[in-house]
C-alpha cells in the first residue's frame, strides 16, 4: 500500500438542511495506526464565520515510517455555506510533499458549481494552469473535503450519515458515497478519547469519468480489497459540540496488509481540549 494512495483516505473525510447557526473552530487530532504500528498523524480544523468556511487537513508520517517513507500532505477547502446549510468551494489546494518534493495542485470554483481551472505547481517551478480539461469531468464538482463535510453537517443536525456528490480530483471525476449503517455506541480507550453514539457510514468511490484504470489503483485498490473481506473503508461520527457540525471520532480501512485505524486522540472546540492518555508526545 503506497503512502500516495492514502491521500483520498485522509481526504475523505449533499443534503439540504437549515443553515447552521454556529460560528467558531474545530480541531481534532487524529493518530492513525496500521497493523499495531503508529502510521500517520492527520490534524483537522474546521471554521465557519459570517457566510464562509474553511476546513484543512494535515496529515504527515511518523516514527519508523516517517523516516522510511517520509510524506506530509496538506488538504485545504474555502467556501460559502449556502442558505440551505450547504457547503460550496471557493477554492481547494492539495499539497503532498513525499521525500522533499512538493506537489501543489489549486482548484478554483464559481458559487454555481461552475468549474473555473486548475492550476499545478511541481517542485517549486512556476505554476501551470492545467488546459483543455473537458467539462466532461469537471463541471458541477466539488472537493471531497467539502463533499464530507456536508455529510458531517447533517450528522450534526440529526440526520443520517449519508450523501452522495461528485468529486474532480485533477485527472478523474468520482462519486463519494456515504451510506449510513445504523448507530454504534463507542467506549474510549487509550487511543481515543470518544465515548457515545456515533453515527457508522461506509465510504465508497464509484468511478464517473477521467483517467481510470483497467486495474483498480490507489483509493480504488484499497476500496476493493476491503469489499473482498466483506469490510468497505467505515467512519464513525459524532458530534462533539452543540450546534457544530459532527467530527470524525474513527475511521476504518481494511487492506490485505491489514487494518488501518484513524482514532480522534486529541479535541479542541476552543473552550476545552481533550486529550488520549495513550498519545504520543509530538
Known amino acids: ?35 499495531g504500528i503508529h502510521a500517520l498523524q492527520a490534524r483537522l480544523e474546521i ?25 506530509e500532505g496538506i488538504f485545504e477547502s474555502h467556501g460559502w455555506v449556502e442558505k440551505d446549510g450547504t457547503f460550496k468551494p471557493e477554492s481547494h489546494r492539495s499539497t503532498a510533499i513525499w521525500r522533499g518534493e512538493k506537489e501543489i495542485k489549486d482548484y478554483r470554483y464559481a458559487r454555481n458549481g461552475h468549474f473555473l481551472g486548475l492550476t499545478e505547481t511541481l517542485d517549486g517551478k512556476a505554476p501551470e494552469d492545467k488546459p483543455n480539461l473537458s467539462p466532461e469531468i469537471t463541471e458541477n464538482t466539488t472537493d471531497a473535503l467539502s463533499a464530507a463535510l456536508n455529510v458531517l453537517q447533517a450528522v450534526g443536525k440529526g440526520a443520517e450519515c449519508s450523501g452522495t456528490e461528485e468529486v474532480f480530483d485533477g485527472k478523474r471525476r468520482f462519486k463519494q458515497i456515504f451510506t449510513h449503517k445504523g448507530i454504534t455506541e463507542l467506549a474510549p480507550t487509550k487511543y ?5 453514539a456515533a453515527s457508522e457510514c461506509m465510504i465508497e468511490v464509484e468511478p464517473v469519468a477521467g483517467e481510470w484504470h483497467k486495474k483498480p489503483r490507489g483509493w480504488m485498490s484499497i476500496q476493493e480489497q476491503g469489499r473482498l473481506r466483506g469490510t468497505m473503508p467505515t467512519m464513525w461520527a459524532s458530534q462533539l459540540k452543540g450546534g457544530d457540525p459532527a467530527v470524525p471520532v474513527k475511521i476504518r480501512v481494511s487492506t490485505s496488509y491489514g487494518v488501518l485505524f484513524m482514532h480522534l486522540a486529541e479535541f479542541s472546540d476552543g473552550q476545552r481540549t481533550v486529550i488520549a492518555d495513550g498519545r504520543e508526545k509530538e
Open 1 to 35: 500500500m503506497s503512502l500516495k494512495s492514502l491521500t483520498p483516505f485522509l481526504a475523505m473525510l449533499a443534503l439540504t438542511i437549515p443553515a447552521p447557526a454556529w460560528a467558531g473552530t474545530q480541531s481534532a487530532v487524529y493518530e492513525v495506526y496500521a497493523g
Open 47 to 71: 471554521k465557519t464565520n459570517k457566510g464562509r468556511y474553511d476546513v484543512v487537513l494535515e496529515a504527515k508520517t511518523r516514527g519508523f515510517l516517517g523516516k522510511m517513507a517520509p510524506w
Open 192 to 196: 481515543n478519547i470518544f465515548k457515545g
